[in-house]
């Protein structure tokens, strides 16, 4: 059994997470915005942060989602100013519009990412990073690929910058 810490547990994703580990027998340190949320949906669990977090032997998964359908794009969780900036219509403008188009029609299913999270972390190798979503892979493929490139490309530059009395290997020991 782990004890977990969960922020943003009172939705989406968060709350799922919980009721998955909970379910999984595991204890739950659950935080949110609203504490008030919190109880509501878990009257028995008394104070979320009076767990203790076991300080040794704390594993860390870095779970980095794509869309999922949760209510994380709605007005209550997404805040947008009402005025804009013409010269960010192509960044932050074009973010505020795919929110708009893929609200409540995102790929990712919470409920299937929960059992997911939890039975990676109850894994004896659970990896640094979890991409989950059809949508991350794809991205983070694009985001590899350009970093090769860029690395392939520049290598001979950042290379260049060592001591000339330094080997390669200095630093992997």
């Not at 949320?37 to 203790?52: N, Q, T, V, Y």
């Not at 299937?112 to 979890?130: M, N, Y």
């Amino acid at each position: 059994m782990s004890v977990w810490f969960v922020t943003g547990a009172s939705r989406g994703f968060g709350i799922e997470i919980v009721r998955a580990a909970l379910s999984h027998g595991h204890q739950v340190v659950a935080t949110a915005r609203d504490s008030s949320r919190m109880r509501d949906r878990f009257p028995d669990a008394g104070d979320p942060m009076s767990a203790e977090l076991e300080p040794l032997g704390v594993k860390v998964t870095i779970v980095e989602p794509g869309y999922f359908r949760t209510d994380f794009l709605d007005a209550s969780s997404l805040h947008t100013e009402t005025a804009q900036i013409s010269d960010y219509s192509a960044s932050s403008g074009a973010m505020r519009r795919t929110a708009v188009m893929v609200n409540h029609v995102q790929p990712g299913n919470p409920v299937k990412a929960a059992t997911v999270i939890v039975d990676v972390a109850e894994s004896p190798r659970a990896p640094l990073r979890l991409q989950l979503g059809a949508d991350c892979v794809e991205r983070v493929e694009e985001k590899l690929a350009t970093v090769r490139r860029e690395l392939d490309t520049w290598r001979a530059v950042s290379v260049s910058t060592d001591h000339p009395d330094v080997g390669a290997d200095v630093t992997r020991g």
